[in-house]
């Protein structure tokens, strides 16, 4: 099947560690992208990219870290320096072919600082 | 990227029809208007999206206003499952090169059985 896959779905973390969510899609996307969403709120873009070796900053970028090494894969990175890093993360990818092209959603990764 | 604004919550009773409006009153000729929806504890799903015409698919209709600035998201017959937050979302066509979605807080449906 395709899709995008996040793991874990739970994640602990305790202060002033740094962390790492997974995010793969075999969909062949060329964009994607790392959400956070806060308990009642919209969505908010942390980072982005469209192409390999290469990403972009979203809304939110101060204490988070990406990389984009493969097509399939974009590992987002909680650092230390995220003072209130507890919340629900979303990775989404999207083709950027011609036309229309929705974005789709993994589950979800929600994290939790003790 | 253009402000969208939606009701915060609605409530709807199964099988009925459901209308969930959004105000675009600074949307610019070449914006898509989209919706998505989160069901609780999981990602967004694309719903539809449209420009000037009305749109219908397998999930939903979407009326847009002849001025542009409001449309309303049609779900024909809610069911229980329909209940989630409905995101209104305007992209303009130049960030096709990125496809970034601004999300605002949405409306969150309840549908009583």
């Known amino acids: 099947d395709g899709g995008i896959t996040q793991s874990p779905k739970y994640l602990f973390r305790k202060e002033g560690q740094n962390v790492t969510l997974s995010c793969e899609q075999n969909?062949?996307?060329?964009?994607m992208y790392w959400y956070r969403q806060d308990p009642g709120q919209g969505l908010r873009l942390i980072y982005y990219s469209q192409i390999v070796n290469d990403f972009q900053k979203g809304d939110i970028a101060e204490g988070y870290s990406v990389s984009r090494e493969k097509k399939e894969s974009f590992p987002l990175t909680v650092t230390s320096a995220q003072k209130n890093p507890t919340a629900f993360y979303l990775c989404?990818?999207?083709?950027?072919?011609?036309?229309?092209?929705?974005?789709?959603f993994g589950p979800g990764t929600r994290l939790t600082v003790l | 990227d253009a402000k969208t604004t939606q009701p915060n919550s609605m409530e709807s009773n199964e099988e009925e029809p459901v209308h969930l409006p959004c105000n675009h009153s600074t949307i610019s000729g070449t914006d898509y208007i989209h919706w998505y929806r989160q069901l609780p504890s999981q990602g967004p799903e694309y719903v539809i999206h449209?420009?000037?015409s009305n749109v219908n698919n397998r999930m939903a209709s979407l009326a847009i206003a002849e001025d542009r600035k409001s449309s309303t998201l049609i779900l024909h017959r809610a069911t229980l499952r329909d209940a989630a937050v409905y995101y209104c979302?305007?992209?303009?066509?130049?960030?096709?090169?990125?496809?970034?979605?601004?999300f605002g807080q949405g409306t969150t449906l309840q549908v009583k059985p």
């Open positions: 969909l062949n996307h060329d964009a």
């Open positions: 979302i305007l992209r303009a066509p130049g960030s096709s090169n990125t496809g970034k979605l601004i």
């Open positions: 449209g420009l000037t």
């Open positions: 989404a990818s999207t083709s950027l072919a011609g036309g229309y092209n929705e974005q789709f």
